[in-house]
């Protein structure tokens, strides 16, 4: 069994949904309570992931591989590295999470709608355990389906438009991926005369820069699209807005890291010419700036507090691809690390959303002020979640946005100076939105009886607050899993970095003592 404990993982919340379509649906409570423990599942069997996970070990660990389409040299090829370690554990964790705050939450078509999140949790565990390149597109379009539904039958006023635009947005990069992919496919088969989906084997493919360039930027829509970079993001304050709490929980938690994974898990090995060429990084970099600052911008200007969280994973995405291209172990490690605090502190801001808009049905920021003095939990674990989310010494953001930093100032002093306003503006938008709902005279009668934070609701609120602890005070674990994943990637892409920085030290070393020599001569 413990062979196969990668499929275990996958498979888990699939099952747990073929028993839930099984229920009889006149029974609301067991297919709600059946939901929870089917994503409970997921998460306990994801667990020993961790624990038997080697971190001085190189390379793909728990491999299971299987022939699956052999005619056209497709495999059922899993493993997994400190990267996808990561990823998959906040998966599990998210997704169990989302789905218990839906227990009052949702009050129609409830089977269909828990069915629809196991479904998306084996899509998004498939995308980031599988080594087949077939496989790993398999996995990210199914993805779509049942988001789409989340959005479209259990979402706001506007979920129809909001659902399109998502699953169209979506499709046009997928599609464009699917050409990448199958350029490397075939220049595979013209170098080797075997027809593979295998990254690792596709990874030996020697392809001119010009091709690499265009299969790059074949990538990057897929990708660039799924994250959002600016400037394809404007799907996503739309999907954010209209869809039910958990939706945008597992929307910002998830999802969206598929496409800072597929830039880490594809684009830079597997084309590691047009990742370090000049233009393609600072056209990267450029982006990356832009959405730091621009999406820290329009999230000053928002009146409706949903729209204003979704507008700030574009500023907080934007740092994550700024270190993937920064292309430095620190900006490596800083932007998956940072992909984790992104999934911890907007998935708790969104669902603190979601708690004030069950009890008054408005999203309006001018509709609240004051709820500290009715709800002082709820401004407690709000107030937790913003720091957070800000980037507080000691809390989860700081450690994150701190090495994407450090790494960027290594690769350009310039790029690390325009991010850092991004922080100071993600401040500001943060404690101005807390001022105006939590603080102050209760300006809203309405607002007087709202009942705080009840059991459940704390349940959902817990795990991420210890988490945000954990990584804020104690991050050396993740370090530690990243190190050796991060290491090779920085090697693939700039071959003899570490050998440089090993010669460089010694030099440097001896310019400082001969510094402090004439300063004491002085």
Same mark, same amino acid.
């Given at each position: ?8 993982? &996958? ?36 667990? #020993? ?40 554990? *906040? ?35 498939? !995308?980031?355990?599988? *080594? ?20 479209? !039958? ?16 979506? &499709?046009?990069?997928?599609?464009? %991926? ?34 690499e360039r265009w299969v790059f930027w074949a990538f990057f829509i897929g990708?660039?699209?799924?994250? #959002? %970079?600016? #400037?394809?993001? /404007?799907?996503? #304050?739309?999907?954010? /807005? ?35 060429? @000049? ?37 907080? *995405? ?62 407690? !674990? ?80 817990? @795990? ?59």
């Amino acid at each position: 069994m413990s062979e196969h404990l990668l499929s275990i993982v &996958l498979f888990t919340p699939l099952a747990g949904m073929f028993v839930l379509l099984l229920l009889p649906s006149s029974n609301r409570k067991l297919i709600r309570v059946w939901a929870n423990i089917a994503a409970f599942a997921g998460f306990l069997v994801s667990l #020993p992931l961790v624990f038997r996970f080697d971190r001085s070990a190189e390379g793909f660990q728990m491999v299971e591989k299987a022939p699956w389409i052999p005619a056209l040299g497709a495999h059922y090829y899993l493993g997994i590295d400190g990267i996808s370690l990561l990823l998959v554990m *906040l998966t599990t964790v998210t997704g169990f999470i989302a789905i218990l705050s839906s227990w009052s939450a949702i009050d129609r078509y409830e089977k269909q709608y828990y069915a629809m999140f196991l479904l998306q949790q084996t899509g998004m565990i498939g !995308v980031f355990l599988s *080594l087949d390149f077939l496989l790993f597109y398999v996995f990210w379009e199914i993805v779509l389906v049942p988001m789409y539904f989340i959005i479209g !039958v259990w979402g706001g006023p506007r979920k129809l438009y909001a659902a399109i635009k998502f699953f169209l947005y979506t &499709l046009a990069g997928s599609v464009l %991926m699917l050409l990448g992919i199958l350029t490397l496919y075939f220049q595979h088969h013209a170098q080797y005369g075997v027809y593979t989906f295998e990254i690792d084997a596709l990874m030996q493919t020697a392809m001119p820069l010009h091709l690499e360039r265009w299969v790059f930027w074949a990538f990057f829509i897929g990708f660039a699209i799924k994250v #959002p %970079m600016f #400037p394809f993001h /404007t799907w996503l #304050p739309d999907a954010h /807005t209209e869809a039910p709490t958990a939706g945008s929980v597992i929307l910002a938690a998830v999802l969206l890291k598929m496409g800072t994974y597929g830039f880490l898990r594809f684009s830079l090995p597997l084309l590691p010419k047009a990742a370090i060429d @000049p233009w393609i990084v600072h056209v990267m970099v450029g982006l990356s700036i832009v959405a730091i600052i621009y999406g820290a911008l329009v999230c000053l200007m928002q009146d409706d507090w949903k729209k204003l969280v979704a507008y700030s994973s574009v500023s907080h *995405l934007g740092f994550c691809t700024l270190g993937i291209f920064s292309l430095t172990p620190n900006g490596l490690a800083g932007s998956v690390i940072q992909q984790i605090n992104h999934g911890i502190s907007t998935g708790m801001l969104f669902l603190i959303v979601g708690v004030v808009y069950e009890r008054r049905h408005t999203r309006l920021i001018r509709e609240y002020g004051g709820l500290a003095h009715v709800m002082p939990n709820y401004a407690f !674990v709000f107030a937790f979640a913003m720091l957070s989310s800000a980037g507080l010494p000691l809390l989860n953001g700081f450690i994150g946005e701190f090495t994407i930093l450090q790494g960027a100032f290594e690769a350009n002093r310039v790029w690390a100076a325009f991010a850092v306003t991004g922080i100071i503006l993600g401040a500001s938008y943060l404690l101005w939105l807390y001022q105006r709902t939590m603080l102050g005279r209760i300006n809203n009668p309405k607002n007087l009886k709202l009942p705080d934070l009840n059991l459940r609701e704390w349940a959902v609120f817990a @795990p991420l607050l210890v988490w945000a602890l954990w990584i804020g005070v104690y991050p050396k674990p993740y370090f530690e899993i990243l190190e050796k994943p991060v290491a090779q990637l920085v090697e693939r892409v700039r071959p003899g970095y570490f050998e440089a920085q090993a010669a460089k030290a010694p030099l440097e070393a001896a310019q400082a003592m001969e510094s402090r020599m004439e300063a004491g001569i002085r």
